[in-house]
Each structure stands twice: as C-alpha cells, then as structure tokens.
C-alpha cells in the first residue's frame, strides 16, 4: 500500500517563468491515452476496485487484415488473446511503458498543468509513453522537452511503479534542469517550478506522480536518492 500524501494544499507562490497556453486547443491525443484502447483504460484507471481490472484492453477487428477477431485461448497459450479469424494473428497485448523525470532546480521541482484529458488541468512531471526506438532516458527527455520546453542531463532512474489496473509501467529519472528556459508545451496549460511547500496535492494528477514525489522530498531530506519500486492499484481520486 502506498504512502499517505501530506495534503498542502492551495499554496501558490510565485512562479518562476510560466508560459500560458490555456487558449489554445486541447491536443487531440493524450500522452498517457493515445491509442485506440484509450477509453477502456480511461475507464479502469478511475477504478479503485483493483479486481475489476481487465486483463486486456478490448479490440474488435485485426489491425492486419481488418477482419472481425474473437477472444480464445490459442494453443500452447494460458490465457485469452484475441485472434484473428481470417488471417491467424494472435495480438498479443502487454504492459506499456510510461516515462517521465523528476526535474529539478536548486530547491524546486518542474510540474506540468495538462491540457489534455484525462485530469485536464491536474499538475503532473513530464512524462509520457515511450516511443519505438528510443530507450528510457531518451524517452525521459524527450517528454520533458515536449511538455515544458526543458532540457535536462538525465540523472539516475528513481522510481519503478507498477499499475497494472491500466497495463501500464512508469518510470521516472531525477534530472537536472540545464537551466530555467521552461515553456508549456502542446499538452501543457502552465509550467512551474515549485517549492515543497508549493507543491499542489490535491490537484496532483496521477498516483504515480504524487507518490514519485513523496519519494522525491523524502530522499531529499535524507541526503540520499536511491531508487523506488512500488505498485499502485487505487483510482485516479486519491491522487
Ligand atoms: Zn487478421
């Protein structure tokens, strides 16, 4: 289970450069949901009740020849897949990963307000799905560039967390800002840097965020950064 989050809410210092982007139209695709699978895992991820997760995301034409598919066991498999009754695919389907970074500067950490759903308007750290090709850190800054104009020396990987109710893995690195040339990118409403009394809990948008930055300041505290794993299996709400 996972950590209580201390609820300090409702503080807002002064930032130190924010782009403001809130007239521009929401991208059409979400960082965390872009795909045809979006609504299903929307769906489970504002679950709290772990067992009514689905062990796949649904599907009803192949992606290779268009034809209807069904659910089956194949042979030799353990579990259902979805199976192309015209050309034979099996379509696997996995976890996904979900990279980001921690960015910081001096005594402050870079959050994102999103322009997209889900949690439009929620504060986030950079981060967002890998792409095909790219490895973790690549990922990592890629997304921090993209989501708030920062460029960043990706320091070591810090948290590991499991959420499996929406078939998904994120991971975060600590990363130093280059410097505080920030800019809200295409997803983004707002960039900020926030002090830890600044930080805003309740407006937090996902689990992994809040608890990746609870690890954060209380390694801070400590002197000592190592690296975190956890599995996350409550809803959306609990920030
Ligand atoms: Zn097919």
Same mark, same amino acid.
């Given at each position: 289970?996972? *950590?209580?989050?201390?609820?300090?809410?409702?503080?807002?210092?002064? =930032?130190?450069?924010?782009?403001?982007? %809130?007239?521009?139209?929401?991208?059409?695709?979400? $960082?965390?949901?872009?795909?045809?699978?979006?609504?299903?895992?929307?769906? %489970?991820?504002?679950?709290?009740?772990?067992?009514?997760?689905?062990?796949?995301?649904?599907? &009803?034409?192949?992606?290779?020849?268009?034809?209807?598919? =069904?659910?089956?066991?194949?042979?030799?498999?353990?579990?259902?897949?979805?199976?192309?009754?015209?050309?034979?695919?099996?379509?696997?389907?996995?976890?996904?990963?979900?990279?980001?970074?921690?960015?910081?500067?001096?005594? &402050?950490?870079?959050?994102?307000?999103?322009?997209? @759903?889900?949690?439009?308007?929620?504060?986030?750290?950079?981060?967002?799905?890998?792409?095909?090709? @790219?490895?973790?850190?690549?990922?990592?800054?890629? @997304?921090?560039?993209?989501?708030?104009?920062? $460029?960043?020396?990706?320091?070591? #990987?810090?948290?590991? #967390?499991?959420?499996?109710?929406?078939?998904?893995?994120?991971?975060?690195?600590?990363?130093?800002? #280059?410097?505080?040339?920030?800019?809200?990118?295409?997803? =983004? *409403?707002?960039?900020?840097?926030?002090?830890?009394?600044?930080?805003?809990?309740?407006?937090?948008?996902?689990?992994?965020?809040?608890?990746? #930055?609870?690890?954060?300041?209380?390694?801070?505290?400590?002197?000592?950064?190592?690296?975190?794993?956890?599995?996350?299996?409550?809803?959306?709400?609990?920030?």
């Amino acid at each position: 289970m996972i *950590l209580a989050s201390p609820h300090d809410s409702g503080v807002t210092g002064p =930032s130190t450069r924010v782009a403001d982007m %809130s007239g521009a139209p929401p991208a059409a695709h979400g $960082r965390y949901l872009s795909d045809a699978v979006a609504n299903a895992t929307l769906a %489970s991820f504002q679950s709290s009740d772990p067992s009514t997760a689905r062990a796949t995301s649904s599907m &009803k034409f192949c992606s290779v020849c268009g034809h209807a598919v =069904s659910s089956r066991i194949p042979p030799g498999d353990n579990r259902e897949r979805f199976v192309c009754d015209n050309c034979g695919t099996i379509h696997y389907q996995n976890p996904r990963n979900v990279v980001g970074t921690v960015p910081v500067w001096e005594d &402050k950490v870079l959050l994102c307000r999103r322009a997209i @759903e889900p949690r439009y308007g929620y504060w986030t750290l950079p981060a967002g799905f890998m792409e095909l090709g @790219e490895t973790t850190s690549q990922a990592a800054a890629r @997304e921090t560039l993209e989501e708030a104009g920062a $460029r960043v020396e990706i320091q070591s #990987l810090f948290s590991l #967390l499991n959420v499996p109710h929406v078939h998904q893995v994120h991971l975060f690195y600590l990363a130093r800002l #280059l410097d505080i040339d920030i800019a809200a990118g295409e997803e =983004s *409403l707002e960039v900020r840097l926030f002090a830890e009394h600044e930080i805003p809990w309740q407006d937090i948008a996902f689990p992994t965020v809040g608890q990746t #930055l609870r690890y954060f300041l209380a390694d801070r505290a400590n002197g000592h950064f190592g690296l975190h794993t956890g599995d996350i299996f409550r809803s959306l709400r609990d920030g």
